[in-house]
Nanobody, 133 residues
Framework: QLQLAESGGGLVQSGGSLRLSCAAS????????IAWFRQAPGKEREGVAC????????SYTDSVKGRFTASRDNAENMAYLQMNSLKPEDTAVYYC??????????????????????????WGQGTQVTVSS
């Protein structure tokens, strides 16, 4: 069974850090585009970062550039989102998602438009991140 599972969420004060993990089972992450999305109450799901499988590049939405770092460990079949200098507006449920194999969905992160969730067909269950002011 192909699954993604996030972990590492929690409650943190403004300015703090968290590291989210995404574990894949049943498939190899190294040939998939891996994205992190988040959804706050009453808001649309927002693309946060994307790790391209085709060229190894990483893309970020403007609001997290310089604060968040996405990475992957192919040997461990894991992806990560290091979140520093957290703000209350970062509060959301965070999801990892995958598209592929040999996908190109990370290209949506470079258009300047909202990233659609539909191209990413594998999703984790989400992990809550709450940043207090």
């Amino acid at each position: 069974q192909l699954q993604l599972a996030e972990s590492g969420g929690g409650l943190v004060q403004s300015g703090g850090s968290l590291r989210l993990s995404c574990a894949a089972s049943g498939f190899s992450l190294n040939v998939y585009d891996i994205a992190w999305f988040r959804q706050a109450p009453g808001k649309e799901r927002e693309g946060v970062a994307c790790l391209s499988s085709s060229d190894g590049s990483t893309s970020y939405t403007d609001s997290v550039k310089g604060r968040f770092t996405a990475s992957r460990d192919n040997a461990e079949n894991m992806a990560y989102l290091q979140m520093n200098s957290l703000k209350p507006e970062d509060t959301a449920v965070y999801y990892c998602a995958a598209e592929g194999p040999f996908g190109h969905a990370c290209g949506f992160f470079t258009t300047g438009h909202p990233v659609p969730a539909a191209p990413f067909r594998k999703w984790g269950q989400g992990t809550q991140v709450t940043v207090s002011s």
